[in-house]
Structures are given as structure tokens and as C-alpha cells.
């Protein structure tokens, strides 16, 4: 659409700073006459900018581009020495009412929902009497191939041999910890974590130690420091994109991360499942990039990227591969071999590169409209956190009673993932994560769900703090 090109260029011209914070625009038979279009496209172009949080209109005056909206900050990290702890699988938190700020993940119409069934269908097609016999423990060498050209066109190598398919990215974790750990064992995790590993680490009877984070990343002198004692038998992070923070390690605390793993000879499991959903274009590399030693076992899916019903996730294990496929073979016959076929035939015809070209600027564009809703309607003192990829955004409510507001979304009948469901440590009572993967606005150019669950969020936060 050209009035689209037009906001693009725009947004492109503001983050170089050739078009400075509160500086008038041209008017809007100025932008028509300038670029050849219709008034029409003049003001959707407008109104796109305005919708999206890059512009604003003042009243009798014209369009200007907005001030920086990041007046209280990003939230504040908590400082504080490690400390093991127990995980309680029932304690986190079970949605009765799922909704679009709750569960981290992405809209229907975000995913190519014709497209993947036309590869299912092909992949059926092509199998013939193979359906009648169980899968590859290991996985679709197809499947294998082509996630390794994949990734490698991005500049993570591997070999498609060193690769092991799972049903899902936590059950690639799930695996990993069962070879690498047994119970009772000592995880070490970042602070706050996914409530879903917590879960994870506490039905299988692991404890944990948390590891501070920043908004720049882990504090690895910490880490280290627990290495040097013996404090965990092994690691469990989330090197891109962290939830609920959003944090993406530097590349030296990544190549930090691989070096500490090797050194003390200690496995580093890395839940990598945000990998592919940078905002900025290419997806960095990770972690296990840099690994020498084979320490790292690195975990992802294309469950928020492409398909959560497809349950369809990986291994890279390292030194552990031969461990893992055994263990993969005592726990299971291996992954659904149709669906395997079919990811492997979407991903080699193009379509998922292509598909993750058209995500990505939108995911941007998505999270940047969440962002401006709740700075521009949010009492200031608010902390909303500036992630550069993934799905969330991590609040900090200064003065929140956790434990009042937790009643007040229930009896709203909103889903929202409060601080405490993070840590099982006691930082984060003043903290909310949303889910941005959700259209404020559907099909039809009207409000979404998740755009008036937002608005009774909104209404709540600065009720409650304002009581």
C-alpha cells in the first residue's frame, strides 16, 4: 500500500534523526503534493503514523513528530545476592479465562494459516505407506536439513546430524534437564524466569538459584562466582529476547555465557524460542554460536513463530547428543512424522523465510502501538520496558498491591501474568507482563479484544495505585 511506503520512509528518516522529536511535518495537501498521491492516502499515511505512537496531531496547529515517550524508564532490576530456592509446580499460574494480554503468543491472523495447510497436504500426499511406520527417534532428516540451511543462512551453522526434533520447545528443555541434571540437582536460572520453566523445574524435582539480571543482561560475576563453588550442576537461560523482560544478551555476554559454560565444564541449556522474532531484521546469533566445547544445549520451536498446534520443536545437545537420543527413545517413538514433512516442505520452499520477513516489521509496529497506549494512558511513574524483539513488554507499578490487584483481574476476568509468577523470590510483586501478539485492531479496522482488555487494564493499574 503506498501510503504504508510513505509512513516507512518517515519512521526510517525519525530513527536516523533526520526528522527530529516535536518537529512539524509538512501539512497534508503538502504530503499529497510532495509524493503524487491523493489526500486520501495523505491521511491514512497520518493516521498510520499517529495509530503506530511515531506522530501526533495538535489541535488547529498540523502533525508533529512525538517527543520521546520514555520518561520514567525502563523497569528497575532488583540487586541481590543468589540464593538456592525451591520451585512449587502448582504455585504459578493457570489461566481459567485464556486472553490476548495472558499467554505469550501470537494472533491467528499473524500466521499463515492457508500456506502451512497446502504443505500438510503435500507432505500427505508424498509419504505414502511410510505413515504406518513410527518416526525417527532423532527426527525427519528433511526436517533436520532443512532447519540447518536455514539457520545457516543466517550464520548459525550446524550439521543436520547433530540436530534432534521434539515436541515442542519445552520438551526439548525438558529433555536436556533430564540429561543433564537428575532431582534434587541446582538450576541456575535468570531473575525474573518464564513461570513455564519454573513449573518445569519444580515438577521434576530441581531447585534453582536466580541469577540477577539488568536491563543489559545476567550479572555473570554472580554466575560465576556460584560456578567456582559448585552452586549448580547446570544452566537454563533465555539468551534473546527474554520473557518476561525482553532482554537480549550482547554479544559478549553471549560469547561470556559459552566461555563460563566451557571453562567450568558446566551445561548451559539455552531456551532460545524468541530467537527469530528480533524487531531489528535479522535474528542474532546465539549463544551456542560461540560454544568450542559442545556445553551448550540449544532449544527452540515454531511455536511463536508459526504454529503452537503443530508442537514441533529442536535440540542442538552438543556433547550430550548421544545421551539425548537415548533418552528420547526410553520417553518416546518420536515426533509426529506428517507434520514433520510438512514443516520441513514449508521451510525449503521459501515461505518461511518469507513469512518471518512479513512478521517481524509488524511484531515492531504491533509492540510499538502497545507501548504508546500505555505510556500515553498509564499514570507516569509507570515502567514499561523497550524490548527489541519477542512478544511482551514488562511493566513495573510502583506501589502495587500484588495481591489486591491479582483479585481485582480475576474478578475482571482478565488474564495477566503478575510479577510473582517469575521468581520464586519475592522482587517482582510490582510487576505485570503483557502478551503484544494480538491486533489492537481486527480485519475489519475495529477494536480488537486485546486492544479493550487493554484498556481495562489501563483503568485498573491507575485505579489501584491511585487508592
Known sequence: MRYKKMADHLVEDIRQGKVQPGQ????????????????????????????????????????????????????????FSCQTTTPIADHFFHSEEPGPLGITQLSVELQPVSKLERSLRRASRSQGSRVCLYPNVQGELSLRRSLSEHFGASGFHFQASD????????????????????????????????????????????????????????????MELQMQKGGFRAGLFTS??????????????????????????????????????????????????WDTGG???WCGSISKTLSAGYRLGWCLPGRYLNDYR???????????????????DFISSGQYAK????LRPRLREQVDQYRNFLTDHLIPKVRISMPTGGLVLWL??????????AILLKRQLL?????????????????????????????????????????????????????
Open 24 to 79: 512539524k511535518l509538512p501539512s497534508l495537501r503538502q504530503l499529497a503534493r510532495v509524493n503524487e498521491v491523493s489526500l486520501t492516502t495523505a491521511l491514512n499515511c497520518y493516521r498510520y503514523l499517529e495509530e503506530t505512537g511515531w506522530i501526533q496531531a495538535l489541535p488547529q496547529s498540523g502533525f508533529y513528530v512525538r517527543k520521546p515517550l520514555d520518561v520514567s524508564g525502563p523497569p528497575e532490576m532488583p540487586a
Open 163 to 222: 540436530l534432534v526434533i521434539t515436541n515442542g520447545c519445552l520438551d526439548a528443555v525438558r529433555t536436556a534437564l533430564e540429561v543433564t541434571t537428575k532431582p534434587g540437582d541446582v538450576v541456575a536460572v535468570s531473575s525474573p524466569c518464564y513461570s513455564g520453566l519454573l513449573q518445569l523445574l519444580g515438577g521434576m524435582g530441581r531447585t534453582v538459584v536466580e541469577i540477577p539480571s539488568t536491563m543489559d543482561g545476567l550479572d555473570l560475576r554472580q
Open 240 to 289: 534473546s529476547h527474554m520473557n518476561p523482560t525482553g532482554i537480549c544478551l550482547s554479544v559478549e555476554q553471549k560469547q561470556q555465557l559459552a566461555g563460563l559454560a566451557n571453562k567450568y565444564r558446566i551445561p548451559i541449556i539455552e531456551d532460545d524460542i524468541y530467537h527469530e522474532l528480533d524487531h531489528r531484521g535479522a535474528p542474532p546469533l546465539p549463544a551456542c554460536h
Open 295 to 297: 556445553y551448550l544445549l
Open 326 to 344: 537415548q533418552q528420547r527413545h526410553l520417553e518416546s517413538l518420536g515426533v509426529n512424522s506428517p507434520l514433520q514433512l510438512s514443516l520441513a
Open 355 to 358: 513469512h518471518l520477513a512479513t
Open 396 to 405: 513495573q507499578v510502583p506501589g502495587l498491591n500484588e495481591d489486591e490487584f
Open 415 to 467: 488474564d495477566i501474568r503478575t510479577g510473582v509468577c517469575f521468581s520464586t523470590l519475592n522482587y517482582y510483586k510490582d510487576c505485570l507482563r503483557i502478551n503484544c501478539g494480538f491486533p489492537l485492531r481486527d480485519n475489519n479496522g475495529e477494536y480488537s479484544q486485546a486492544k479493550k482488555q487493554l484498556e481495562q487494564l489501563v483503568e485498573l493499574i491507575n485505579r489501584s495505585v491511585a487508592a
